[in-house]
């Protein structure tokens, strides 16, 4: 029985190649694979002395050869391929072991072009495309981690079922088409286009789910094949609780993107059901966590956090105050662990340095969502061109309406269209959206926000169609409004604006979030 194996991944390799020798496997090998298998003193044959044709243009082709690939497509119970295979002098391999050129790693150390494209693997693809064709009568294993599974079938049956080998098909022919998913992705980016003509999405499952969104709903949660430069939920270290469910994997999301928007301090972040019900920023992380739960205790009830700096012992212990579902920040002391340990079904997620480090400048990403029988892509929306804004009436806001008004924006871009959001410099006081009119969103939070709104600032995603707007705002105490302007009427708005006192802004840019 012949068994070919030459993995970049290298773990568990020497175990499982010593296993297939005791179970009387003659093995085949390549480089690097080879001399660790040497190394280690376990019995295996250059691939080109089994051919008889030697490695060239610099080991650019080592196995494509018809006694490699002759003895991973043949067919034994066919007579006219065994006979084949006799007369040519090619041996049936029966096991193969292959994974790939470490592309996706390479890319992410920033290496030069030259150096990425020759981790393009082309013989190891072609050996785990032919050998899972052939899976009726060969065994491809891509992942280390089903080596022991393989041994056990051997050791236990003398042959791997043909369950598995349709199990470990199935997986091979994922491995390479990720793998292809990735170059093809790798090099629109060098071309600088966002939206080729054939997008390529490469993902892999980090965990099934319990259900979807419901329960009647299946669910799996799959991670992108290289790690973005900015914190992620998808790779951020699950440090305790239970499970983390479809549902709080989206407000985890939420809530990250949210508080990514305040790298200049101590910002805290309430989100319940994809939606922000507190906001705000203080010197000192506990006040800002205090703050932002202060917003709407009720909703905060089962909410999820999102915190940008090291949650620390005080912090932890506000924490605990409250029944929450998950919460997601930079890291967490020792103290706080201790004290989060107590809360057993809490989701503890670190994402790592970057979410405190304001000055990280993310890479383009882009957003999919899924419509009946396709996709929709685009940029993420990161613009937050402050340059441009222009005031437009006659009142110029004051250095605190300023900075409200910039709190106000920034908190805006993450809630449903039509969107309305009231806030303070530091804090956001109300907000409403998921209406089919901005009026009604801006009653809505007028009725949440009460009498903390006096002296407050608005943000609105798009231009008011109608001075009712405006008038609603004013009528709840807002002082100062930011908004994309665009409307037709644009002239009844501000007039409407300056007859109430207000100072209003316009960007030029609108933040829909459908």
Known sequence: MLALLSVSDKRGLVPFAQGLVRLGFKLLSTGG??????????????????TGSPEILGGRVKTLHPKIHGGLLGRPSLESDRQELEENGIAPISLVAVNLYPFRETVAKGAPRD??????DIGGPAMVRASAKNAAHVTIVVDPSDYD???AELEKEKAVSAATRRRLQHKAFSHTAAYD???AAWLAEQEGDPFPESLSVAVTRAQGLRYGENPHQRGAFYREARAPREPTVAFSEVLQGKELSYNNLLDLDAALGLVLEFPQGPTAVVIKHNTPCGVASDAVLERAFRKARAVDETSAFGGIIA????????TAKALTETFLEAVIAPSYSAGARELLAGKKNLRLLAAGPGLAQGDAKPRAQLELRSVSGGLLVMDRDAVEPTAEWKVVTKRTPTHEEWEALRFAWRVCKHVKSNAIV???PNELLAQAGGQTSRVDSVRIAATRGGERLKGSAVASDA?????????ALAAAGAKSVVQPGGSVRDAEVIAAADEHGLAMIFTGTRHFRH
């Open 33 to 50: 694979t080879l001399e660790a298998l040497k190394a280690a003193h376990v019995p295996a044959t250059k691939v080109s002395e089994h």
């Open 115 to 120: 150096e990425v494209i020759e981790q393009i």
């Open 149 to 151: 599974a393989v041994l």
């Open 181 to 183: 998913a990735a170059i």
């Open 307 to 314: 915190l940008n700096r090291e949650v620390d012992d005080a």
């Open 422 to 424: 009231f806030a303070s």
């Open 463 to 471: 231009f008011f169609p109608f001075r009712d707007g405006l008038d």
